[in-house]
């Protein structure tokens, strides 16, 4: 069967794309750290405590836990962090939904999250792989970090490198030694995430090597570059969905 996009035929005359500037020499995006490197050195001690303190009181004491941060991770794809929260919190109560991907999906789509047929059957899946084995996502003190999160990309369909390393971050917020680079990130060194995906790898090893250089968690200081973004002190005014001793499950601040 003749596909109907297929059937478009370009009429313009091609030209050649042109990778030179005014003075003939090729011209590549390249990383710009300086912005960053900035970042690290305004960061202030106030900052780190407050946004530690958060995150030693959501540290994960459990599987289950674990495991509602990869189902925070998974509603955090292509939406914003709003609707990233109502997702989760739609799903947090998994034994509601396990094995049941009607009730899943259901529960997905009235919580606004969007993407509720990839959404549904990538959690669904993640879940029945989780729970059979649920050491095959932890850390290993024998591990690198970089390979330990590359191996899990290969095991979870649905979540790319950022995005694991999102879950990481939550999981192993004091020790993860990786870092979710997500658009803003890449803004932050001078580049589009959509056309320098290569370059993950460089600015993740420039962000750790720069974290550890300041003394700070990876995952802090990103947290705390977001929290700037955002206007807000700390991650309370997200995070506070994944702290099961909260007595208000709401999403308003």
Same mark, same amino acid.
């Given at each position: 069967?003749?596909?109907?996009?297929?059937?478009?035929?370009?009429?313009?005359?091609?030209?050649?794309?042109?990778?030179?500037?005014?003075?003939? #020499?090729?011209?590549?995006?390249?990383?710009?750290?300086?912005?960053?490197?900035?970042?690290?050195?305004?960061?202030?001690?106030?900052?780190?405590?407050?946004?530690?303190?958060?995150?030693?009181?959501?540290? $994960?004491?459990?599987?289950?836990?674990?495991?509602?941060?990869?189902?925070?991770?998974?509603?955090?794809?292509?939406?914003?962090?709003?609707? =990233?929260? #109502?997702?989760? *919190?739609?799903?947090?109560?998994?034994?509601?939904?396990?094995? #049941?991907?009607?009730?899943?999906?259901?529960?997905?789509?009235?919580?606004?999250?969007?993407?509720?047929?990839?959404?549904?059957?990538?959690?669904?899946?993640?879940?029945?792989?989780?729970?059979? =084995?649920?050491?095959?996502?932890?850390?290993?003190?024998?591990?690198?970090?970089?390979?330990? #999160?590359?191996? *899990? +990309?290969?095991?979870?369909? &649905?979540? &790319?490198?950022?995005?694991?390393?999102?879950?990481?971050?939550?999981?192993?917020? /004091?020790?993860?030694? +990786?870092?979710?680079?997500?658009?803003? *990130? /890449?803004?932050?060194? &001078?580049?589009?995430?959509?056309?320098? *995906?290569?370059?993950?790898?460089?600015?993740?090893?420039?962000?750790?090597?720069?974290?550890?250089?300041?003394?700070?968690?990876?995952?802090?200081?990103?947290?705390?570059?977001?929290?700037?973004?955002?206007?807000?002190?700390? $991650?309370?005014?997200?995070?506070?969905?994944?702290?099961?001793?909260?007595?208000?499950?709401?999403?308003?601040?």
């Amino acid at each position: 069967m003749q596909l109907d996009f297929l059937t478009y035929t370009e009429t313009k005359e091609a030209q050649q794309l042109n990778f030179l500037d005014d003075k003939n #020499r090729v011209h590549i995006q390249k990383c710009d750290k300086r912005d960053v490197e900035k970042f690290f050195a305004s960061i202030t001690e106030d900052e780190i405590i407050d946004t530690s303190l958060v995150w030693e009181k959501l540290k $994960c004491t459990n599987d289950m836990e674990v495991f509602q941060k990869w189902l925070f991770a998974f509603c955090s794809v292509h939406t914003s962090y709003e609707s =990233n929260m #109502r997702g989760y *919190l739609a799903i947090k109560d998994f034994t509601e939904w396990f094995n #049941r991907d009607d009730v899943l999906k259901q529960k997905l789509i009235k919580s606004g999250v969007g993407l509720y047929h990839n959404r549904t059957k990538f959690i669904s899946q993640f879940a029945t792989k989780f729970w059979q =084995n649920p050491n095959l996502f932890k850390f290993k003190k024998n591990q690198k970090w970089s390979e330990f #999160r590359d191996g *899990l +990309v290969k095991e979870i369909l &649905g979540l &790319g490198l950022a995005k694991v390393s999102f879950a990481l971050e939550m999981i192993y917020t /004091f020790d993860a030694k +990786v870092m979710c680079a997500d658009t803003h *990130l /890449f803004q932050a060194y &001078g580049l589009d995430q959509s056309k320098h *995906l290569s370059e993950y790898q460089k600015i993740e090893n420039h962000w750790i090597e720069f974290s550890s250089m300041y003394n700070v968690p990876s995952a802090i200081a990103r947290a705390i570059y977001w929290n700037r973004k955002k206007g807000e002190k700390d $991650c309370y005014y997200w995070a506070k969905v994944l702290d099961n001793q909260a007595s208000d499950g709401s999403i308003k601040k």
